[in-house]
């Protein structure tokens, strides 16, 4: 199947590490011009250097820390200057905390900035873009809503589901789609916090896990881009979850 992506320019949140990486690696293999943003310009520069040794076309890396609001409109605006052109938009980068009873209230803020503030801002700033080339994707990465406890990062990611629904509705008319792409357990830098050791991610899975594992970065991005595609064009407003049979209501 062609994937329409040659020729396509997609910016990648937190691309530096996990199911961003995997992304940004997957579209550029795809012939797409990526651009690549994080705080951690270096390894976001170790990964254009190898998407260039491959032939493909060199990605630019973009250092930006998305909790500052104004990192949104900086970033639009060196994307129109350097590439003028966007239909890609995955908006990767989040994390979260562990859950308790109650929350610091700046962690709650700092929460709702990065995991949802932050999409919806890089959203509505390169809507423009996105709509003048015909074919606008955006992908939010979210997370099943099964809290264990209260997680401020959860209910941000709730805010960001419903959000992405009405933007959807709103956008759809101009060829934009919007969907979500919700892991389970992914094998990432921050999912290796939680789960330093292999015994440790092991129980995880054989407890809560039907297919017994964690998944990989690559099997994330092998949804997210395909809802980036050209063949995706009919699919917009939901979310789809990838997480090997984890959550449990329908
Ligand atoms: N892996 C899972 O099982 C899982 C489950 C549910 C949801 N998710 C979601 O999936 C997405 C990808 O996560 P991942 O598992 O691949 O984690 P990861 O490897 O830790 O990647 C997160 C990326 O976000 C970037 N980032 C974090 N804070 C940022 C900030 N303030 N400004 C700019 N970039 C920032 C990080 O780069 P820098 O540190 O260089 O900025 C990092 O590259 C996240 O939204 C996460 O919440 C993942």
Known sequence: ???????????????????????????????????????????LETLSAEIAAEGRPRPLSLAADLTDPDAPEHLRDQVNDRLGRLDILVNNAGGAEPAGATLDEALWRSQFELNFHAKRRLAEEFLPLLAAGGQGRVVNLVGILEPFGVSAAQAAVAACILWSKGFSRAVADRQVTVNCVAPGRI???QVRAHFPTRAAQEEFARQLIPARR???????????????????????GDTFTVDGGMHRSI
């Open 1 to 43: 199947m062609d994937l329409e992506l040659a020729g396509r320019c997609a910016l990648v949140t937190g691309a530096g590490t996990g199911i961003g990486r995997a992304t940004a690696r997957l579209l550029a293999a795809e012939g797409a011009q990526v651009v690549l943003v994080a705080r951690r310009l270096d390894a």
């Open 187 to 189: 094998d990432s830098e």
């Open 214 to 236: 964690f998944g990989t970065p690559e099997e994330a991005a092998a949804l997210i881009v395909f809802l980036a595609s050209g063949p995706a064009r009919y699919i917009t």
